[in-house]
């Protein structure tokens, strides 16, 4: 059964300490993304990888941080000094280099930090 | 940088008619334009593709229209049905390795 996975699906956390949420794919696709969606605004990306060993910073990378060590993980970490990180995650993936292939999105983690 | 405008007011139709969704772009077009159904607390699902020299694509009861002079794609669902309420989402590729998401435009189908 191929897709992509997200764990947990709901992440609560106090404010000032790190949580590292998981994305894991079996597509075997080169690209993944990691994406942030508030209430009212689109998805924003916060970092992206084309290929292992290797990622870029998005638009909203600030407090954020990756790590494309294996072609199946891309685990992100929101650390303390993301001023404002409760918020829905989604992680994708696609099977090409070029944007223009589609998206697989997981099901999403939906972190709190109070 | 480029904007991408959806409605965000919530279109409600009636089951049976044809709900027609728009989205608009600023500055220039991209190379390609694709559209994405969300339900809520769960990730967007693929459903079309169109390129910048297609004028219409078509899967099943689902339409897009790409004009790059009005710089605009619409997103029709044909005979629609209460399934099809979710919110629907564009996302601009503008020849670069990322996309550019609209915020989306929730459509709720009444029996």
């Known amino acids: 059964d191929g897709g992509i996975t997200q764990s947990p699906k709901y992440l609560f956390r106090k404010e000032g300490q790190n949580v590292t949420l998981s994305c894991e794919q079996n597509l075997n696709h080169d690209a993944m993304y990691w994406y942030r969606q508030d209430p009212g605004q689109g998805l924003r990306l916060i970092y992206y990888s084309q290929i292992v060993n290797d990622f870029q910073k998005g638009d909203i990378a600030e407090g954020y941080s990756v790590s494309r060590e294996k072609k199946e993980s891309f685990p992100l970490t929101v650390t303390s000094a993301q001023k404002n990180p409760t918020a829905f995650y989604l992680c994708?993936?696609?099977?090409?280099?070029?944007?223009?292939?589609?998206?697989?999105f997981g099901p999403g983690t939906r972190l709190t930090v109070t | 940088s480029q904007k991408i405008e959806q409605n965000s007011e919530a279109l409600n139709i009636q089951e049976g008619k044809t709900a027609t969704l728009t989205c608009n772009y600023t500055?220039?077009?991209?190379?390609?334009l694709q559209w994405y159904r969300q339900d809520p607390g769960r990730g967007p699902v693929f459903l079309l593709l169109i390129r910048e020299n297609e004028k219409e694509k078509r899967k099943e009861r689902l339409k897009v229209t790409f004009d790059t002079t009005l710089k605009q794609s619409l997103f029709h669902i044909t005979a629609s049905q209460p399934a099809d309420s979710a919110t629907y989402l564009c996302?601009?590729?503008?020849?670069?390795?990322?996309?550019?998401f609209g915020t989306g435009t929730r459509l709720q189908v009444f029996p």
């Open positions: 996302a601009l590729d503008m020849g670069t390795d990322k996309l550019i």
């Open positions: 994708a993936s696609s099977d090409g280099q070029l944007s223009h292939h589609e998206q697989y």
């Open positions: 500055n220039y077009s991209p190379a390609y």
